[in-house]
């Protein structure tokens, strides 16, 4: 089985490094002996994405022609390209046909394109919270994100150094995609207006838990994440479009061969369920094995990282099916 990951994760998707990095992958309730993806059953690969910054070749990466990053001299990036990366690494592992391609948000794109793509190669998907494209809603934050970036002085045109990056730039534009990842109804049942014990005596300091919160997730995430590669990845989804040129969801899915399970999630307005509902759509017009379901959660895109019975269910039966 190949685990795609979304925006933010990596190849870390289950277990831990070893004794000294004690931290859970981000699918570790999902994957692993007796989990909804048995390990004892399946074997399980993950891989950073190309153009990611967690081991895969990425803007960070050297350019071995001039010795120096990448930086913006990296080529343009799409999803497609992503998954032509993975091909070749099933390739040189000597795997000709996957049980199953699995993937959430990003990773459910790339799942998407590997059913288009290697139609011989897929013996079943699933795509979670994801989309045949984005909407222009979607492409205004992520663009809102990389104007964070590139507007923070440290940028210096996509030239800076590792360790004096646009780290501020970064953080804003992770706070804000935080934020699409949520909902209105989980982030009133979490915080609410819940206000820290101490109260600053600045004027614009942290006053709610929602803020602390929030500038916690990005100030953390600077710590694991290049400013650079967020660009490239964000700009890999607003152009993922399968509806093509001709504007045809049906012509692009027509190459799909394999069973597929498309989940969307009721409180997801980031990717909402509609979006993934045109994909089920589609492919049952074509005629095509297509499996939609809808779960109601209230965590929002991030639903499908979150533990939920109902999702074990139905990723159980349709691997073994």
């Known amino acids: 089985i190949l685990i795609c990951h979304a925006l933010s994760g990596d190849h870390h998707c289950a277990g831990v490094h070893s004794m000294d ?14 989990k909804p993806i048995d390990t004892t059953k399946y074997f399980v690969i993950c891989s950073n994405v190309l153009g990611g910054c967690q081991g895969s070749t990425g803007p960070g990466s050297i350019n071995p022609e001039t010795g120096k990053r990448y930086n913006l001299d990296f080529p343009k990036l799409t999803v497609r390209d992503m998954v032509k990366a993975q091909s070749l690494l099933i390739d040189h592992l000597g795997i000709d046909r996957l049980h199953a391609v699995i993937g959430g948000s990003m990773g459910g794109m790339q799942t ?16 979670l919270a994801s989309g045949a494209r984005h909407t222009a809603q979607a492409i ?20 800076y150094e590792p360790e004096s990056g646009p780290a501020e730039g970064l953080a804003v534009a992770r706070m804000m995609a935080h934020i699409t990842y949520l909902s209105d109804i989980g982030m009133e049942t979490k915080f609410g207006r819940k206000r820290r014990s101490q109260s600053s005596r600045e004027h614009f300091d942290v006053e709610f838990e929602v803020e602390s919160y929030l500038r916690y997730q990005g100030q953390s995430f600077v710590t694991r994440f290049d400013p650079n590669t967020y660009l490239y990845l964000t700009k890999a989804l607003d152009r993922f479009d399968l509806y093509g040129d ?12 394999a069973p597929g399970l498309i989940v969307g999630f009721t409180s997801d307005w980031l990717y909402p369920p509609q979006g993934n509902r045109e994909i089920a759509e589609a492919l049952l017009r074509l005629g095509k094995d297509a499996t939609y379901a809808e779960l109601a959660m209230d965590f929002g895109h991030d639903s499908f990282l979150v ?13 073994s099916r």
């Open 140 to 159: 205004a934050f992520n663009d809102t994100g990389r104007q964070a970036i590139i507007s923070d002085p440290n940028w210096k045109q996509g030239n």
């Open 112 to 127: 998407l394109q590997w059913a288009i793509d290697f139609p011989e190669r897929v013996g079943r998907y699933i795509a």
């Open 246 to 257: 001709d504007k045809s969801l049906d012509s692009t899915l027509a190459a799909v061969t």
């Open 21 to 34: 990095e004690r931290k859970q992958g981000w699918w570790n309730f999902m994957v692993g002996p007796g």
């Open 307 to 319: 533990r939920a019975p109902k999702l074990y269910e139905l990723m159980r039966a349709f691997l």
